[in-house]
């Protein structure tokens, strides 16, 4: 077995052997195989796809590169949700200490925001303190002590993915259903987690706008966790419009707070209260979906879920109470309102501009490596679907002395359409 033989054969339309994948797999984490010899392979698989099987096996080589935690005398289960990301996507945040809440132990391996899209680890750490990088060690005591890990991947901890990772970004291949499926499930499986909750972002805001692409990525992702015994439920939900109303870091942590304390946008705990069900049916706590979903809905309107992720911050490192500091108080912002170009009822042509206009004012990244602004963002006043004037408030604009203030403006120009009739999508629109 050689190198070229394996990429060759995926070159010419073949399926690889497991044999093959762990041979490829094992040396490119070495090192033995140089980035040009990973590239074409992985351009083979971006052109030829890849059978369920050979997914699998290709998964499960990426996994084993690594450690894989496993969690013993927790004494409750364990669960997790991943989300393909979009404009103002939080439901992390609220999430994770609403189920935990519910006795539900939560392992949850998260990632940094790049080009449009924010990232919850990026989020996170508009906290003064909160550290999301945690040891092997540390992870454990937070699911023992606290029923919570909100962390990044470590070096140890699916290498082979993030290995690849980089090549895809830098060589134009991350858009392929089964090397997307791949990296998402095997970190989500090396993290410990016994079952999965997949939210499938649709339309203009999300990574995979469109809802068939999502659904085949949705059945990728289900066909790994099936060759792995790990019970996963899929909900498609919608991107084409901002979630919630703040968009930017410490914006969106302080509308987290507010679902905690059961308030806040009802777009946003319909999500948490939702996705939050299906993670307590399948770690056996509920039996029925909406007495698990008034559970979740429970813990937002008692304190209890506010309480578990003030637990959260002080064992990462904050303190619960300081949620931002002069970096990222948005009161140390300049700010600027956005208002209606016309009369008639507010809908959006391309929820990415929005995502894009934030990281024009600096509270995004273009490469990873930027520096983000944690204090700027928009705050929106109307949602889509609201009946509005020509001058009206849209949203307030937080920026930096104008730094990339024109651009946002034009951006968000681009992203709103003020039409005569609209026909709303449904926040959910499929569960698989």
Known sequence: ??????????????????????????????????????????????????QPDELGDWTRAMLQSGRV?????????????????????????????????????????????????GGTLDKLESIPGFSTQLDESAFQRAMETVGVALAGQTDDLVPADRKLYALRDVTGLVSSIPLIASSIMSKKLAEGTESLVLDIKYGSGAFIPDVAQGRELAKAMMDIAASMNVPVRVLQTAMDRPLGCAVGHTLEILESLECLRGEGPADLRELVCELGAQMLCMAGVESESEAAKARVAQTLDDGSAFAKFEDITRNQGGQPGTWFNAQGDPDLTTTETFLAPASGILSYRDVREVGLALCALGGGRVQLDDKIDFGVGFRFQREAGDTVSAGDPLCTIYHRAGRGLDEARARLTQAIEIVTEYKPQPLIIARM
């Open 1 to 50: 077995m050689d190198v070229r033989g394996v990429v060759s054969t995926k070159r010419d339309g073949g399926v690889l052997s497991r044999e093959e994948i762990e041979f490829f797999l094992t040396r490119y984490v070495a090192g033995e195989v140089p980035d040009y010899q990973a590239s074409a392979l992985l351009m083979a698989i971006y052109i030829h796809g890849m």
């Open 69 to 117: 935690v496993k969690f013993e005398g927790l004494g409750r289960p364990t669960s997790d949700k991943h989300s393909t990301g979009g404009v103002g996507d939080k439901v992390s945040i609220p999430l994770a200490p609403a189920v935990a809440a519910c006795g539900v132990a939560i392992p949850m391996i998260s990632g940094r925001g790049l080009g449009h899209t």
